[in-house]
């Protein structure tokens, strides 16, 4: 079965520091991966998707995401993280079919 | 443009008892999902359509949960006879057609005392 693996329940990071939020893919292919951001009762909101080609995508809100295929990884990044990055942040892939797997998601916490 | 919109926003029940979720789409989006997100967890996919078909429901608990989309627009969510393992976010979401970039509503939280 197809899984998504965020192996950081939690992170906290200082305001203006960098941030890695890393997520594990199954699938032996090569899968459509996502990030998804979900804020306090919202809905989750897309911020970068990749596609087979260049594996660093740019995303919103500066976000950017590398795909490895040696390592099964699309872990999130950002030079710089603002208090409205708080949130929880969810990894997803989608092998084709339409189904999307969602990690159990990673909570981030800014402080000042 | 309207986003996802779902009602209610919150549900609190006792087991056995029934609960239906309302989702209406984005207008012009073909594929409407509904996803369960525990407590804590990641969504978890329910069932799909693409217009007024299922595409796929095999995660749907089909004795107690059901779903429809008639007119290929709007979206019901039914359990029958709630379970305290039902408690969770139910979290609608759709697509436009031949994408897959999914736009998820605000959510419904189901509470089963």
């Known amino acids: 079965a197809q899984s998504v693996t965020q192996p950081d329940a939690r992170v906290t990071v200082s305001e203006g520091a960098s941030l890695q939020l890393r997520c594990k893919y199954s699938?032996?292919?090569?899968?459509?991966l996502f990030w998804y951001v979900q804020y306090p009762r919202q809905g989750l909101q897309l911020l970068l998707k990749?596609?087979?080609?260049?594996?660093v995508v740019q995303g919103v809100n500066g976000f950017e995401a590398e795909f490895s295929k040696s390592n099964s990884s699309f872990h999130l990044r950002k030079a710089s993280v603002h208090w409205s990055d708080w949130a929880v942040y969810f990894c997803?892939?989608?092998?084709?079919?339409?189904?999307?797997?969602f990690g159990k998601g990673t909570s981030l916490t800014v402080i000042p | 443009e309207a986003g996802v919109t779902q009602s209610p926003r919150y549900a609190v029940l006792q087991e056995g008892q029934a609960v239906s979720f309302w989702c209406d789409p984005i207008?012009?989006?073909?594929?409407l999902y509904w996803y369960q997100q525990p407590r804590d967890q990641g969504p978890q996919l329910l069932v799909y359509?693409?217009?007024?078909?299922?595409?796929?429901n095999s995660q749907l608990p089909s004795d107690r949960f059901s779903a429809v989309r008639p007119k290929g627009t709007n979206s019901t969510l039914k359990i029958q006879s709630a379970k305290q393992g039902d408690t969770a976010t139910y979290l609608c979401?759709?697509?436009?057609?031949?994408?897959?970039?999914?736009?998820f509503g605000p959510g419904t939280r189901l509470l089963v005392l």
């Open positions: 979401a759709s697509s436009f057609p031949g994408e897959d970039t999914q736009y």
């Open positions: 699938y032996f292919g090569t899968p459509y």
């Open positions: 990749y596609y087979p080609g260049d594996p």
């Open positions: 997803a892939e989608n092998t084709g079919y339409q189904n999307f797997y």
């Open positions: 207008s012009g989006h073909d594929t």
């Open positions: 359509f693409r217009d007024e078909a299922v595409i796929d």
